[in-house]
């Protein structure tokens, strides 16, 4: 039997763990042999000068993993494992350079992004005050997970509320929430069989583009004119699925007219199994106007697939959307995630409930839209101040970002290089192009989000951006 | 020009929506001519009495949204608008029955449900003070998405953590923060070749099973014995990617003992590409012993991925699991999920961060540990003095549930009726078995979880299910 010495510490586990350190050491490296009896636990607790209980709790951890084995009133055995095979080079290496995270500190930075909002204005307190009446009433459903689209009460509230603000006809039993329109459209197409032909708006949104190719799925990336999608190419191209943003088409803008709406449901009609998925992500703000009815308050043919989102509303970082599915989609999505389990935390579903249910959500919205309102109208006075008839602003007043288009001869990644350095978070149409990248050598077009900067910094990014673009 | 009257209300929006409506209508069922012109607001207002406001307000929307045009100096003209092709039923439909969900009134019943965790004694007050310095000190970060694999301060505080419990070896950089082993499966395998061959445990994760299935992968189910996966299986069938929990086998409970995870570990290494899943999903219970190192933590070859859940130590409402890519995986994850938005609530999870770092996810670990031990202990002994000799019990003290074999001829349906009646929620094997359901026509075996059933109410719940089998 090998020897060795453990350390006395003040604490008893110190001891235990030591014990068991060593024996497993050397079962492992095989220096006592298998099959061999270990000293009984009163021997071994006498050779090392320690408590027996420190021996037999070692003991017992070596048995729970299988080092050792017991015979009955003969005392522990080592067990026969096998010798790694591996030469067992030091655990513990180094990553790989290029897989290392880099820290970018964001310290002077002032952020004219699209995706974010402003969580400065976030009314916490209220939001704590909804999650302690979650706590409340629904703690018991906390200890379970919840049903695959999420629990019914929450659904239910999700549907009274876009019945009146969007016109959307549903049943809770319709809805299915999700942590975003990525993950969402993910389970909607990946039970969709693979010659599933789909299109996209180009300029559009890249993340869908690529979630679609990732998917295998043709994706065909049709124009816009001043209406939004081109209807003769969707006509001509006739995809199963065609993604749209009708409220505010993203990037450009654009609201979708009534007219051009009849159309593309017509289109949807006129073909067994085509649906239009409405991806009503900033509907929420409208400046100018009332809110427009979704597209899919207008079909009447169960041919679209409405998808919304708390992410600009309440903060991008809570991760809360959801899909509308037509009885059929519906029906298939029951089939395929019968055993799914719902990703979003019930506890934040619950609260967002009672934060609709209490009124704090269309609250939080009109504040909102008001705070809003002012720092778009202020951005646009000071970049057409700034720019003069270098600047051509798209000014439809609605969402949380606009597209501008501006004179200059830089290419993009002239302007990328060059918000770097002016410590400006800006996304240039580059992002959004999803092929044919071809523009005007003269002209650059930007989108610019207004939900994150604060009001008294609008000057300095506005002088930002001038150093980057001329 | 179509005639109509508005209702006067109190409220002025209460006109402007009627005249928007009526004209809406009108237009849109071509009771009024493409390219008619409108009444000048002034006189639209003179005619129903109105004040001109309500009109503009009701223009301007209409404009908005294209119902209508307006030509400088010479008005308001009407939209050349499609009719929709439908015939236009009325659009609120009943959902088919089939699709619409029923509500199971749970009053009464009791669970013996290995899913389910204890709410009751989770600390909700210490959980909110955690979030209010998430609050505090992310609220910057909350206005934005984060790091596809989560923010990294939290994949810190995860990895030193699981360093220590569970000598797991990684950087932050190797974890992915998902809602659960599910979708992080569905991640990892997604980007996995076609013709990449699994294997899982069988009896096992039945969730798991369906989801490889789903994703068109070819699926081997793999025997057990009592030293948990049978090596001889996984040498026979080879498979790319092999799905095990070894902490505790899900089911029937067994800890893999060092020597089947040393065979393992060698048969990994002996091919290139050859992954282990190590699904650690409730490691944290262990009554008997001291938490027992993972399968990961032996490994030198690079080749386990590890899993873990907080959905066993917090609440499987709260859905926050990860995963530890070895860096070849983590190259591949990062090339497809370069555009991939984390789902998780990001104040969600800093108050982890926060939970973990002051110590409380420790103490609640502890606290529930004993708790937990007891009402484990509990159920046993009611058991066996109940059942006497018609129960055998696999009386591994670990986890949140253990497994009972009972002498009944009742077949699994019988017992499913059954439970119904007595108002027992609990699991038969069937769920487990992935496929040959071949079983001992007088024994039947129950996975019995202990998390959820309150102390008081263990016999009752022993009671029914006498009632159940015998």
């Not at 209980?53 to 055995?77: H, M, P, W």
């Not at 939001?127 to 009460?153: M, V």
């Not at 942590?179 to 789909?198: K, W």
Request: aromatic share 10%.
């Amino acid at each position: 039997m090998i020897k060795f010495h453990v350390e006395k510490g003040t604490h008893s586990n110190y001891i235990y763990k030591q014990i068991y350190e060593k024996l497993k050491g050397f079962i492992l490296d095989h220096k006592i042999d298998a099959g061999s009896k270990l000293p009984s636990k009163r021997q071994l607790a006498n050779e090392l000068a320690v408590s027996i209980n420190s021996v037999a709790t070692a003991y017992d951890q070596l048995l729970a993993e299988g080092f050792i084995y017991t015979i009955e009133r003969k005392g522990y055995f080592v067990e026969d494992i096998a010798t790694f095979i591996s030469n067992r080079p030091p655990k513990k290496q180094k990553l790989p350079g290029h897989l290392e995270e880099t820290y970018t500190d964001k310290e002077g930075w002032l952020s004219l992004s699209h995706i974010k909002t402003d969580s400065s204005k976030f009314p916490f307190q209220e939001w704590i005050k909804c999650q302690q009446q979650a706590i409340k009433y629904h703690k018991k459903d906390l200890s379970e997970i919840t049903h695959p689209q999420g629990p019914f009460t929450v659904r239910k509230t999700i549907s009274e509320m876009i019945a009146l603000t969007r016109g959307v006809t549903c049943e809770p039993e319709q809805i299915v929430i999700g942590s975003g329109a990525q993950p969402l459209i993910n389970q909607l197409m990946a039970m969709q069989p693979t010659d599933t032909r789909t299109a996209v708006e180009n300029p559009g949104y890249s993340r869908v583009f690529q979630l679609l190719k990732n998917l295998k799925f043709e994706v065909l990336p049709i124009e816009l004119d001043e209406e939004g999608i081109d209807i003769r190419e969707v006509k001509a191209s006739s995809p199963n699925f065609l993604f749209v943003t009708p409220s505010h088409q993203f990037p450009t803008g654009t609201i979708m007219p009534i007219s051009r709406r009849v159309e593309l449901l017509n289109w949807a009609a006129m073909a067994k199994d085509r649906y239009i998925i409405e991806d009503d992500y900033d509907s929420e703000f409208k400046y100018g106007t009332d809110n427009i009815p979704s597209l899919q308050s207008l079909d009447h043919n169960q041919s679209v697939v409405y998808i919304g989102t708390f992410s600009k509303t309440l903060l991008p970082s809570f991760r809360i959307s959801y899909m509308v599915l037509p009885p059929k989609l519906l029906e298939l999505y029951r089939y395929h995630y019968s055993d799914w389990i719902q990703g979003s935390n019930s506890l934040h579903l619950y609260t967002l409930h009672y934060f609709i249910k209490s009124g704090e959500y269309d609250k939080h919205i009109k504040r909102m839209s008001q705070h809003y309102k002012q720092k778009r109208k202020q951005l646009v006075a000071e970049l057409r101040s700034k720019f003069l008839d270098k600047v051509d602003i798209n000014d439809i007043p609605a969402g949380l970002h606009f597209l501008a288009e501006f004179n200059t001869e830089k290419s993009f990644e002239e302007i990328y290089e060059k918000v770097q350095q002016e410590k400006l978070e800006i996304y240039t149409m580059k992002r959004f192009l999803l092929e044919n990248e071809v523009r005007n050598s003269n002209k650059i077009q930007l989108v610019i989000g207004f939900a994150s900067i604060k009001r008294e910094k609008i000057a300095e990014a506005v002088d930002r951006l001038y150093r980057v673009i001329c």
